[in-house]
């Protein structure tokens, strides 16, 4: 069983940045990949971005391409998101999720799901 518990959430006016982060309570965290994902209202999850177990790979939606930085510390079982150039249209609740080893962009492969943080941004 993993445990995900997202924090660094809040309000931040339209350009500015945030970082969150997702601690796993798991033993074995360095063989899980590690995803991000956000609900806005009325609308569905989507796919923001992921990373290997390693940590060397990444991938991300297009939307925060070259905005959002994801990375790791499996000393630390942490996952991290740090996001800058912020909009107002990445307002919404962001989740960190796991699956084993390779990240993937659909939700519904991940087994493991934190309660996840409000971000609000501000125009």
């Known amino acids: 069983q993993v445990q995900l518990v997202e924090s660094g959430g809040g309000l931040v006016q339209a350009g500015g940045s945030l970082r969150l982060s997702c601690a796993a309570s798991?033993?074995?965290?360095?063989?899980?990949?590690m995803g991000w994902f956000r609900q806005a209202p009325g609308k569905e999850r989507e796919f923001v971005g992921g990373?290997?177990?390693?940590?060397?790979?990444?991938i991300y939606a297009d939307s925060v391409k070259g905005r959002f930085t994801i990375s790791r510390d499996n000393a630390k079982n942490t996952v991290y998101l740090q996001m800058n150039s912020l909009k107002p249209e990445d307002t919404a609740v962001y989740y960190c999720?796991?699956?084993?080893?390779?990240?993937?962009?659909?939700?519904?492969?991940?087994?493991?799901w934190g309660q996840g943080t409000q971000v609000t941004v501000s125009s």
């Open positions: 999720s796991a699956r084993p080893y390779i990240a993937t962009m659909s939700g519904d492969e991940y087994d493991y």
């Open positions: 798991v033993r074995t965290f360095s063989t899980y990949a």
């Open positions: 990373i290997n177990w390693i940590g060397k790979n990444s």
